[in-house]
């Protein structure tokens, strides 16, 4: 018997829509939707168990994939080609459609996708739309990896070609897409090319991956009933939020507090989510605390902004007080700042809000290091 698995049944109604029944301010979904969180706050499983069922409600066909299944293996271009290669041989959907549209078959062979000599994805994905009237949804997750190498920004490229060969066809009168679904935890490398005019998907749309509510306690605390060790609803609200709302580790906390001897579950159930959020922050801010002193600064300027950003770090008032926290005789130039802070959305440290404001990229790593600057 499979865990009992928290179900998003409104967001992911709410995606769905934006996606397949867009209103007039939701249309740019058509062009690219993309999807940012830090690692371990439930986005593959909602995506598996709460979007993708959804839109195959709704009808669409879904080609699902995630790159990190295949890191280091082969390169995150192939793997997309090869799922889309095994979706068009596999799929009981798409079979389901050749049933349907008795006669009516695809003129290309799934082997001959994505290769020189074969058939483009534009032509792929424009047969398929029309001769099924039907929309595709491809959802890519850890989708910043298609972005770190000339393969993978070339697949992308062809993705565009393919968006734009279906969703810009004149004779289009059931409202049918190729549709394109990004995940990803490294906010800085999607929201630059989000930003990015020279990009293949600049202008799409973008959302920050909605953290899980108090609902979703309520529900654990539920599937707890015959434990003896279970902390308050107010130490379960302080323990999640401590750990930046990441619901394996916070599982994991509450199992481990079922052998704790004492009596005082609340306390020691915090002190466990504070400890852990210290560790687990460790793996961003040990690199952070081994920099130069100018990127601790402007690290910390940021981190103190927290997900609006901070849009100061250009000004003369800014930069003077960063040249004489640092030390230095000669005021810190505006293209020194750039570098510093170009460096930092490389290490994914933090990432573009708009043009020239910055937010950290782990919300949760940045109060701990805040809360160490206090302490020194």
Known sequence: MSAPIFQRPDLALALSNRLLHPDALQLTSRDGLFLTGVRRIGKTTFIRRDLIPQLEKENALVIY?????????????????SKIRQFLVESPRLSSFKVTFPGVSLSFEPKQVG?????????????????????????????????????????????????????????????TYFLLVGIG??????????????????????????????????WQAGQMKDKTKVPSAEALRRGFAILGGRPTTFRRLLEQMQ?????????????????????????????????????????????????????????????????KSAGLDRTISASSIQGKLGTMQKNDWIYPVSYGCYAASDPQAASIWLSEEESD
């Not at 060969?165 to 004149?170: F, G, I, K, S, T």
């Not at 130069?292 to 402007?298: N, Q, V």
């Open 65 to 81: 994939i995630d790159l990190w299944e295949n890191r280091g293996s082969i390169s995150p271009a192939e793997a997309v080609l």
């Open 115 to 175: 290769i020189p000599s074969g058939v483009s994805l534009a032509n792929v994905f424009s047969e398929i739309v029309a001769k099924y009237d039907v929309d595709v949804v491809l959802i890519i997750d850890e989708f910043q990896e298609a972005l770190k190498n000339e393969a993978g920004l070339n697949l992308l490229t062809a993705l565009k070609a393919a968006r734009d060969a279906v969703n810009l066809r004149p004779n289009n009168p059931n409202d």
């Open 185 to 218: 935890s490294q906010h800085s490398l999607i929201k630059s090319m989000v930003f990015g005019s020279s990009q293949a998907f600049y202008g799409s749309d973008h959302l920050v991956f909605p953290l899980l509510s108090d609902e979703y306690l309520i």
């Open 259 to 323: 052998t704790y001897p004492g009596s005082e579950i609340d306390p020691v159930f915090v002190a466990l989510c504070r400890n852990q959020a210290r560790s687990d922050a460790n793996v961003l801010l040990e690199p952070i605390r081994n920099s130069e002193l100018i990127t601790r600064l402007l690290f910390t300027e940021i981190a103190k902004t927290g997900p609006r950003g901070c849009s100061n770090l250009f000004s003369s008032a800014f930069r003077a007080q960063l040249t």
